[in-house]
């Protein structure tokens, strides 16, 4: 196993019983999503460990070959042509190394979201539809399935059950809106549920999104 990536945690009380791992998008870090925690509408919920890690530093094509924080390299424009499947899959072990260790720590899977934004999506898509348990949810915001010709005979039986938040921004031109609604009709052929919600936006959250997420986490954690 790789050593584990480093993380900022965030408890909403003490003694947490739901963790929440949620993983940013390329070029930023574990800081790019802290201030939601403030954001989002947690009451009624038990107390909730968020976990924000820090991608390693690689080369990243697309920008010249620049080192950045990033879950894997990305060639092109064109997402899913030429996909760096062993990146996706070096970071497959980190966030299950991650997992691992919130269950260590008291947390069963069935208490763990994964959650994303951007390439952060893809690592949540990537992960958690390979996982042998059955987690909380996947919590999936402007990305798309990577390695989509695999997904069909790599998930796990434990994971259909898991519920999927998907949203997407109508006017995202770095991870076109076709994408994530090409990636959500292949998991729903695959006979995955997905609660899925598109917004007036570009490449970000809007408030109504974070109202959405906040519904959302009630639901399947309560």
């Not at 963790?19 to 925690?37: E, K, T, Y």
């Not at 989002?40 to 070959?65: S, Y």
């Not at 069963?108 to 539809?129: D, H, V």
């Not at 990636?183 to 729903?188: A, G, P, T, V």
Request: proline share 6%; aromatic share 8%.
């Amino acid at each position: 196993m790789s050593d584990l990536l480093q993380t900022i945690d965030i408890d909403t009380a003490p003694n947490p019983t739901v963790a929440i791992i949620w993983l940013h998008g390329l070029g930023a870090d574990g800081n790019d999503f802290v201030p939601l925690v403030r954001e989002l509408d947690l009451k009624g919920l038990p107390p909730v460990r968020f976990v924000f890690p820090h991608a390693k530093q690689i080369p990243v094509t697309v920008n010249g070959g620049y080192v950045m924080r990033a879950w894997y390299d990305i060639t092109g424009a064109e997402l899913t042509r030429r996909e760096d499947e062993g990146g996706l899959r070096d970071s497959q072990r980190d966030v299950e190394a991650l997992i691992a260790r919130e269950k260590a720590r008291g947390i069963p899977a069935s208490k763990i979201i994964l959650a994303g934004f951007s390439q952060g999506c893809a690592m949540t898509l990537q992960t958690g539809l390979r996982h042998p348990e059955k987690l909380a949810g996947m919590l999936c915001l402007s990305g798309y399935l990577p390695l989509n010709e695999k997904v069909a005979h790599e998930r796990t039986e434990e994971s259909i059950d898991t519920p999927i938040f998907m949203a997407h921004g109508r006017q995202d031109h770095v991870v076109p809106f076709i994408r994530g609604e090409q990636s959500r009709d292949i998991l729903e052929k695959l006979g995955y549920t997905i609660d899925w919600h598109a917004y007036p936006m570009q490449h970000s959250l809007c408030f109504e999104e974070v109202q959405d997420i906040s519904a959302w986490l009630k639901k399947v954690l309560a």
